[in-house]
C-alpha cells in the first residue's frame, strides 16, 4: 500500500490535534494545561515507537518490524516493504555468486580471483591442487608471494600479459602450467593455469621424432646422391630416357634433402639449446647475406637494393637471426617473377629496429597471409613444387622471433607485392651499439 505524509498534512494534524486540545481545556477552564499534556503525550508517544525501531534495528533479530497503527504504523510498512526487497535482491545476489562458483569449480583450469594489486580475493579447488593456493586461508595474500617461481616474477614484471608464462606446479613437480592473467571486471584480475602436461609431453615427442627421422634421413640420401652422381659421371654414354630418369632421381633428391635440412633447422630452433645471447651486427649480417643470395639470382636476375640506415645491434642468437632473415630474402628471390625488383632494408622506425624484403611479386591474397607461419602451409602446392618450398621457412621465422622478442608483420596486397618486416623491441636492441651510422 502506498502511502504518503506531506508537510502540510502534518501541519493540519498537529492543528487539528491542538484544535481538539485547545476546546477540552476551554471545558475544563484550563486550556494551556491540556495542550501541555497533549503535547508531553504526543512527545512521549513517538519517542517510545523511535526506541522500538532503534531496538528493532540494532537489537532485536526479528524479521518483521513492531506493530503500530497511525504514521508509526505505515512508517514500519515501509521499512519492512524495503527489507523484503533487499532480501529479494540479495537472494538473487546469493544465486549468481553461487552459479559463478559452481561454475569456476566445474573449470578444468585453476581459477583465481585477484585485485589490481594482486591480492587473492577468491580461488577455486583447482587452484588448491595445481598451485597450492587455498582460499579463504590465502585470502588478501599476493599471488607473487604464493608463487615465487623466477619466471613468475619476471612475467608479472613486464606487465605484459598478451603471451602465457610457463612454469612448473609448486605442488606437483611433473605437471607443467600454462598461466594467463586478463582484466576481469574494472577493478579486478582474472588468473587461469591450465595443465598442458599431456600436450607438452606430445609437443616433445613430435619434435624429437622429427629431429631424429629427419637425421636418419641424412645417410640413405647422401649415399643415392653419391650413386647418381658417379653414374651421371661415367664414362659411358646413358641412353636418353636413362638421362632424364637420373636428373629427375638428382632433383627429388636435392629437394628432399633441402626438406630434411629445413626441418633439422626448425627441430634445432624449437629445442633453443643455446648457452647465451650476443650482441649481432645485424648490418654485417645483412650485407653478407645479400652478397651470399646473389648467387641465387642469376637466373632470374632481380633488381635487389639494399638500404642500411643504421648499425644498431641485436641481442640475440647468431645463427637463428641469419637463418630467419636468409628465409625473407631466398622467399623473395623465389616467389618474385623474373627482373623483379627486391628492396632490402635495415632501420630504425619508432625506437624499433626493422628488417624488412620487400618485392613486387604477385602478393598474398588476404586468406592466406595470417597462416604462412604455420609448418607445411603452402598456397600453391604446385608452384612450390616448382620453386621447391617446403612450408618450414616462416615457421623456422616465427620460432626465431620468439626468442628475440621480435614481431614479424606481413602486408601484401593481390597482384602488388609483399613486404616481410621483423619488428625489434628496444629491450631486445643491445646497448653497446650506436643507434645510428
Same mark, same amino acid.
Given at each position: 500500500m502506498y502511502f504518503r505524509l506531506s508537510f502540510r498534512n502534518i501541519i493540519y494534524r498537529l492543528f487539528l490535534l491542538l484544535t481538539a486540545s485547545a476546546l477540552v481545556g476551554w471545558l475544563f477552564n484550563n486550556i494551556l494545561l491540556v495542550m501541555l499534556a497533549t503535547t508531553l503525550f504526543l512527545l512521549v508517544w513517538h519517542y517510545h515507537h523511535l526506541f522500538k525501531l532503534i531496538n528493532w534495528l540494532w537489537q532485536s533479530k526479528a524479521l518483521s518490524p513492531p506493530q503500530a497503527k497511525g504514521v508509526w504504523g505505515y512508517l514500519y510498512d515501509g521499512l519492512y516493504r524495503q527489507v523484503k526487497q533487499q532480501r529479494r535482491k540479495q537472494k538473487q545476489l546469493n544465486e549468481k555468486i553461487r552459479r559463478f562458483r559452481d561454475g569456476a569449480e566445474a573449470l578444468p583450469d585453476a581459477?583465481?580471483?585477484?585485485?589490481?594489486?594482486?591480492?587473492?580475493?577468491?580461488?577455486?579447488?583447482?587452484?588448491?591442487?595445481?598451485?597450492?593456493? &587455498? $582460499?579463504?586461508?590465502?585470502?588478501?595474500?599476493r599471488i607473487d608471494n604464493l608463487l615465487r617461481a623466477p619466471e613468475f616474477s619476471d612475467y608479472l614484471g613486464q606487465e605484459n600479459f598478451e603471451s602465457p608464462c610457463l612454469l612448473i606446479s609448486p605442488v606437483l613437480n611433473d605437471v607443467q602450467l600454462e598461466i594467463r592473467i586478463m582484466a576481469y571486471g574494472s577493478e579486478n584480475v582474472l588468473l587461469l593455469a591450465r595443465d598442458i602436461s599431456n600436450i607438452q609431453r606430445l609437443e616433445d615427442m613430435r619434435r624429437d621424432f622429427?629431429?631424429?627421422?629427419?637425421? /636418419?634421413?641424412?645417410?640413405?640420401?647422401?649415399?643415392? &646422391?653419391?650413386?647418381?652422381?658417379? @653414374?651421371? %659421371?661415367?664414362?659411358?654414354?646413358?641412353?636418353?630416357? $636413362?638421362?632424364?630418369?637420373?636428373?629427375? @632421381?638428382?632433383?627429388?633428391?636435392?629437394?628432399?634433402?633441402?626438406?630434411?635440412?629445413?626441418?633439422?633447422?626448425?627441430?634445432?630452433?624449437?629445442?633453443?639449446?643455446?648457452? /647465451?645471447?650476443?650482441? @649481432?651486427?645485424?648490418? /654485417?649480417? @645483412?650485407?653478407?647475406?645479400?652478397? /651470399?643470395?646473389? $648467387?641465387?639470382?642469376?637466373?632470374?636476375?632481380?633488381?635487389?637494393?639494399?638500404?642500411?640506415?643504421t648499425d644498431i645491434h641485436v641481442f640475440g642468437y647468431e645463427t637463428e637471426l641469419k637463418s630467419a632473415?636468409?628465409?625473407?630474402?631466398?622467399? %623473395?628471390?623465389?616467389?618474385?617473377? %623474373?627482373?623483379?625488383?627486391?628492396?632490402?632494408?635495415?632501420?630504425?622506425?619508432?625506437?624499433?629496429?626493422?628488417?624488412?624484403?620487400?618485392?613486387?611479386?604477385?602478393?598474398?591474397?588476404?586468406?592466406?597471409?595470417? +597462416?604462412?607461419?604455420? +609448418?607445411?602451409y603452402r598456397i600453391d602446392r604446385s608452384r612450390s613444387r616448382d620453386t621447391g618450398g617446403s612450408g618450414l621457412g616462416l615457421a623456422i621465422v616465427k620460432h626465431v622471433l620468439h626468442h628475440h622478442q621480435a614481431e614479424l608483420v606481413i602486408t601484401s596486397h593481390w597482384g602488388k607485392g609483399s613486404e616481410f618486416s621483423i619488428f625489434f623491441d628496444q629491450n631486445a636492441l643491445s646497448d653497446n651499439a650506436d643507434s645510428s651510422i
Open positions: 581459477a583465481l580471483m585477484l585485485s589490481n594489486e594482486l591480492t587473492i580475493e577468491w580461488g577455486n579447488k583447482k587452484a588448491q591442487r595445481l598451485l597450492g593456493v &587455498r $582460499w579463504p586461508d590465502d585470502f588478501s595474500q622429427v629431429a631424429n627421422v629427419s637425421h /636418419e634421413l641424412k645417410t640413405p640420401l647422401t649415399v643415392v &646422391r653419391g650413386y647418381v652422381e658417379m @653414374i651421371q %659421371a661415367s664414362e659411358d654414354v646413358l641412353d636418353p630416357h $636413362w638421362q632424364k630418369a637420373f636428373q629427375t @632421381i638428382e632433383g627429388q633428391v636435392s629437394r628432399m634433402d633441402r626438406l630434411v635440412e629445413q626441418l633439422l633447422n626448425l627441430a634445432k630452433v624449437e629445442n633453443n639449446s643455446h648457452d /647465451e645471447k650476443q650482441s @649481432i651486427n645485424m648490418a /654485417e649480417l @645483412i650485407r653478407t647475406l645479400v652478397d /651470399e643470395i646473389n $648467387w641465387l639470382n642469376q637466373e632470374k636476375n632481380h633488381q635487389i637494393s639494399l638500404n642500411i640506415s632473415c636468409a628465409n625473407l630474402l631466398s622467399n %623473395a628471390i623465389a616467389y618474385t617473377p %623474373a627482373d623483379g625488383c627486391i628492396d632490402v632494408s635495415w632501420q630504425l622506425v619508432d625506437n624499433k629496429a626493422v628488417f624488412s624484403v620487400k618485392d613486387n611479386g604477385d602478393g598474398i591474397k588476404p586468406e592466406h597471409v595470417n +597462416r604462412l607461419t604455420e +609448418r607445411f
